[in-house]
């Protein structure tokens, strides 16, 4: 198989082949601010998000071992906003994906649009429960400029938004375990 690695700091998503005992074969493409990887069984696509770009990768183990990524442009888009950070299933729904980066959007993969869900900036996490009820967290500004000791659940039918806190730690992410992908 392969594995796809998301590198901020690096700028790239490099990817690794990870048959046998040799896994020096790898692959590298260059992404600003790389943050987010999702497969995509239905497209059969590799979805990374970085910066302002929201790429689908086609992505081959080849017979040689070595891998070949391609950018597919037919269904790679620019966002309306910067920053990429999150990019989640949208369980229930196989053509949209859960994206935040200045704010929190769903994409349309068959439309390519893209739907405003909360004007919250710096969102580290964005899901979706078994109810159709969003979670979400942003630093709270009370530790690291990334973390936050907050989980909050947004109504999806009301707009409603219930905050839980947490005593006992800090959190960057947030994901729910959730067998219906894809």
């Known amino acids: 198989g392969v594995l796809a690695v998301a590198g901020s700091s690096g700028n790239a998503v490099r990817f690794f082949n990870t048959n046998g ?8 493409i260059a992404l600003t601010d790389a943050h987010g990887a999702l ?21 081959t183990l080849n017979a040689d071992g070595t891998i070949t990524v391609v950018k597919n442009n037919s269904l790679s888009v620019e966002m309306p906003m910067d920053h990429g950070h999150d990019l989640q299933p949208y369980y229930g ?10 704010t929190m959007k769903i994409y349309n993969k068959n439309t ?3 739907t405003d869900v909360l004007d919250q900036r710096s ?4 899901c979706v429960l078994p ?5 979400y967290m942003f630093p ?32 960057y992410k947030c994901r729910v375990w959730n067998y219906n992908y894809q």
Do not use: C, M
Not at 22 to 27: F, G, L, M, P, R
Not at 52 to 58: E, K, P, Q, S
């Open 21 to 28: 005992s040799d896994t020096s074969s790898k692959a590298e």
């Open 39 to 59: 497969w995509d069984p239905e497209y059969d696509v590799l979805w990374v998000l970085g910066s302002t770009h929201l790429w689908a990768l086609d992505v």
């Open 93 to 102: 729904h196989n053509d949209k994906l859960l994206i935040t980066g200045e």
């Open 112 to 114: 390519k649009e893209f």
């Open 123 to 126: 969102t580290k996490a964005f």
């Open 131 to 135: 109810n159709g009820d969003f979670i």
């Open 140 to 171: 709270d500004g009370l530790h690291e400029q990334w973390n936050t000791t907050y989980v909050n659940i947004l109504d999806a039918e009301t707009g409603e938004i219930t905050k839980i806190e947490s005593n006992q730690g800090r959190f």
